[in-house]
């Protein structure tokens, strides 16, 4: 009798379902990496998105301080003032938080520091302040924001407008 030779065998069967197998296991492996890739650069835009609009808006207020006398606060994580419109602002930090007067401006934040500057650059420890004409020309602020695993840190100096 003549054997009949046009099917596949079990172990045929067994071979290309394992072979199979970890052809899918790569490609989830790729498909699981390119997820979490995206995922961290959303949280980085998203990071970045919050805290350049609210990071340009401290450096716009300190910027328009209404005068020599205007300066109430100079401390290394607070700084208060008052604008040209004569409005009170102040920056602090408060636990993770950046408070501008009593609203937050930026969560998540894990380094805050300004640094003060007189009119040929040189650092000031004590600043002056009201109602004494401050000696304070630059402002310089450092701000790292932290979310999830990634982190964020800016940093820009600010000249205050022409101070009289």
Excluded: C, H, W
């Excluded at 045929?12 to 989830?28: C, H, N, Q, T, W």
């Excluded at 805290?51 to 006398?69: G, L």
């Excluded at 604008?83 to 930090?93: C, P, Q």
């Excluded at 408060?94 to 007189?118: L, P, W």
């Amino acid at each position: 009798m003549k054997k009949n030779n046009k099917g596949f065998t079990l172990v045929e069967y067994v071979l290309v379902i394992a072979l199979s197998g970890i052809i899918f296991l790569g490609l989830a492996q790729v498909v699981i990496i390119t997820l979490r890739s995206f995922d961290i650069v959303l949280s980085g835009a998203a990071i970045i998105g919050q805290t350049d609009t609210a990071y340009q808006r401290m450096m716009r207020d300190i910027r328009q301080i209404r005068d020599r006398t205007s300066l109430y606060t100079a401390a290394s994580n607070d700084i208060s003032f008052a604008d040209v419109d004569g409005n009170a602002i102040e920056y602090r930090l408060a636990g993770d938080q950046i408070i501008r007067n009593s609203a937050v401006a930026i969560d998540n934040v894990t380094a805050f520091s300004i640094e003060y500057f007189d009119r040929d650059g040189n650092p000031i420890t004590t600043p002056l302040v009201a109602p004494q004409n401050t000696n304070v020309r630059n402002v310089r602020i450092t701000l790292t924001v932290t979310r999830s695993t990634q982190s964020l840190t800016v940093r820009s100096a600010v000249k205050l407008r022409d101070l009289r």
